[in-house]
């Protein structure tokens, strides 16, 4: 009868080493010692890619038109030394000019080509990143990979044509750098938020005293120097922001959904494409845009309360904050567009490389957001256009996710987060 081993062996023996690597070793640049997950994530993320690119090159109504039309255009006029004073299409921040001008510099292919190579860089490295952060040691999962891995393709080739797998992947690495380099992630988020606003809103969930100090101060130091270099190297380097003034309500807001709704049931209005998007206008249009403003401000003011409430940080506090910041300024927006799902996709992948996040159920409501928005554009956007009860049944779907997610999101983000007052507490002695 063979003898068992000892109880302090028994303790000491460890995994088994990977196969194919003789000492056990895990080695970066040796793909036969990674993980054989990782492999299949490798695997999977590589079909996928080359899914999204076929069918980016069979196209339905010319998905990348705005690459190749506008990008290309503003690409020509900021080379000029110009931003493009006067057109209402221009609605972003003066960082966005680094990501038009980059492809127009790339030799030997066209501008389309250098565009999508850049985002395919740039949803590679998210990926390795967040592969990366999965292996920081214990508490830390693969399921964020996953999710990005996952969920980008559900938009079809979406990503690829428009610029905000980059912003997203910007951030992405300001979050994880934030626990042990708050300068690097402020820097990062700093980079981000000047070629798109939202990610200012990844240092929100902070740890107080050193790790805010540090990240804010830098986020403010990175973004006030990237704008004064382009203010001073550019012309109009600030003319988006009367663009943003005349937006009207969109009509995949929330807004939106609700004036579909109206037209349904005989209210006058009408879809006119200005401003770049297709917007509604006629009476109460005004009214709900108005709506939309003050519910920003409602939840800004929300996100400031509970920023002084709350008491208990935990590792993935940062993470689930972020997203539901980003959450609560994507619901209350006058514009939706389907392509910040990117945005949610990469915070919620980032919130779950934490095993204590407590933004999964969130995570799911995305990912079938995500697919919905699919149905919305570009398959039955058509009948979004039309108002037909099929294309309102999308968007009020669509944006019946998102609104669940963002409310679950703050619930349980407070819940974990800002204690409960004890019984009596708050009564006079």
Known sequence: MREAAPPSARKEAGPAPVRDAPDGRLRWHRPRTWPRDWLVLAAYWTASRLLMLALLRQGHDDIAAEVHVLYHGWDEQLRGGSFPIGDVSWQYPPGAAFVMVVPGLVPRISYLQAFVLLMLVADAVVLLALVLAAHRGRGRSLAGAWMWALALPLLLSLPLARYDVLVTGLAVLALLALPVRPRLGGTLAGLAAVIKVWPVLTVLGTPRGRTTREAWFALAASAGVLLLLLAVGFRGAFAFLF?????????????????????????????????????????????????????????????????????????????????????????????????????????????????????????????????????????????????????????????????????????RLWRTTVPRCPRGADRLP
């Open 243 to 411: 663009a943003q003034q005349e937006r009207g309500v969109e009509i995949e807001s929330m807004g939106g959904a609700v004036l579909h709704a109206a037209r349904l049931f005989g209210w006058p209005g009408e879809i006119k494409h200005q401003y770049g998007s297709f917007e509604f206008v006629g009476p109460y249009v005004s009214t709900v845009a108005g709506a939309s403003l003050l519910l920003t401000a409602v939840a800004f003011a929300w996100l400031l309360l509970w920023r002084v409430r709350a008491r208990r940080w935990t590792d993935a506090t940062p993470y689930d904050a972020a997203l539901a910041a980003v959450l609560l300024f994507t619901a209350t927006s006058r514009v939706i567009s389907p392509q910040y799902l990117i945005w949610l996709i990469g915070l919620a992948a980032v919130c779950l490389t934490v095993g204590r996040t407590t933004q999964r159920p969130v995570a799911v409501l995305l990912l079938l957001a995500a697919a919905v928005t699919t149905v919305d554009y570009p398959l039955f956007f058509g009948a979004v256009v039309g108002s037909s009860w099929q294309g309102v049944a999308v968007v009020v779907l669509r944006n019946g996710l998102l609104l669940a997610a963002t409310l679950l999101s703050c619930v």
